[in-house]
């Protein structure tokens, strides 16, 4: 079994475009975790050993120590969806969520948290709309972070 030891910045043609030779397709919260035993897309069983505190992010390049250039992609999972008809109630609704310190992915007229029966229930309660879906979630990695998360 191969290990997964190093993140790179580096895998590109000339064009741009990744050049990967496996994709590691992982849910969010083992993309928070820097040792475990994991799956590549192909079956291929792999070990990550990566340092401690950097969440790996969709689309982050990896290599293992043969040298092959792994993208890593974040799996679809259950998460709820939430919005608002005002942007003041979104806001709040944000504002909760944050509170109780749940990752969450925000954006245009719209958030997501990993599902959670508790939470859908505040929602619905304050007001706001929910849809469950399976999707990649990728949330906010922090104030303190040093990777900034595009939409």
């Given at each position: 079994?191969?290990?997964?030891?190093?993140?790179?910045?580096?895998?590109?043609?000339?064009?741009?475009?990744?050049?990967?030779?496996?994709?590691?397709?992982?849910?969010?919260?083992?993309?928070?975790?820097?040792?475990?035993?994991?799956?590549?897309?192909?079956?291929e069983e792999v070990?990550?050993?990566?340092?401690?505190?950097?969440?790996?992010?969709?689309?982050?390049?990896?290599?293992?120590?043969?040298?092959?250039?792994?993208?890593?992609?974040?799996?679809?999972?259950?998460?709820?969806?939430?919005?608002?008809?005002?942007?003041t109630l979104f806001?709040?609704?944000?504002?909760?969520?944050?509170?109780?310190?749940?990752?969450?992915?925000?954006?245009?007229?719209?958030?997501?948290?990993?599902?959670?029966?508790?939470?859908?229930?505040?929602?619905?309660?304050?007001?706001?709309?929910?849809?469950?879906?399976?999707?990649?979630?990728?949330?906010?990695s922090g104030a303190?972070?040093?990777?900034?998360?595009?939409?």
């Amino acid at each position: 079994m191969l290990k997964i030891t190093e993140r790179i910045t580096v895998g590109q043609d000339n064009r741009g475009n990744i050049i990967a030779e496996q994709i590691l397709s992982l849910p969010y919260e083992m993309r928070k975790k820097s040792r475990f035993l994991a799956m590549l897309d192909n079956g291929e069983e792999v070990g990550l050993i990566m340092s401690r505190g950097k969440t790996l992010r969709d689309g982050d390049l990896v290599k293992d120590e043969s040298g092959r250039i792994i993208k890593v992609c974040a799996a679809e999972e259950p998460v709820t969806t939430i919005s608002a008809d005002e942007a003041t109630l979104f806001a709040r609704l944000c504002y909760h969520l944050g509170n109780r310190h749940v990752p969450l992915q925000i954006d245009i007229g719209w958030a997501r948290y990993l599902q959670d029966h508790v939470l859908d229930e505040m929602v619905l309660t304050l007001g706001g709309q929910l849809k469950h879906e399976s999707v990649a979630f990728e949330p906010e990695s922090g104030a303190y972070h040093g990777h900034h998360h595009d939409s």
